[in-house]
């Protein structure tokens, strides 16, 4: 009887390095008004987002802030224009109550790092 040749050894081959999967960035909220308001209810990006306000007017431009647990925040308490940013720690849905007699902007980001 006639013994099989051995056959070749493969050689190795590489093995691909793993790449980075992209974290997705939370959309931003954007909220834009006139006047006095109460917002729906809506949940920021992060458990710790920036909150920023302008407002064009000539009296009181109040924010406040409402947690699903209650917890209430003054965020801005000015007279006049304004443009400013805060730190907004939520950690569920939040709505705005806004006293203002001009027009204002809110927009809610995360923080990157």
Do not use: C, M
């Not at 834009?32 to 809506?42: L, M, R």
């Amino acid at each position: 009887t006639k013994t099989p040749r051995p056959t070749s050894t493969p050689k190795p081959t590489k093995t691909p390095v793993p790449t980075a999967t992209a974290t997705p960035v939370p959309e931003p909220v954007r909220i834009s008004g006139s006047g006095q308001t109460v917002t729906e209810p809506f949940l920021p990006p992060e458990s710790v987002s920036r909150i920023s306000f302008t407002h064009s007017g000539r009296r009181n431009f109040i924010v406040k802030s409402y947690a699903e647990d209650g917890d209430e925040t003054t965020l801005v308490n000015e007279i006049g224009n304004y443009s400013g940013s805060r730190a907004l720690y939520s950690s569920g849905s939040t709505f705005l109550e806004i006293n203002a007699d001009g027009d204002w902007t809110v927009l809610v980001e995360p923080i990157t790092v």
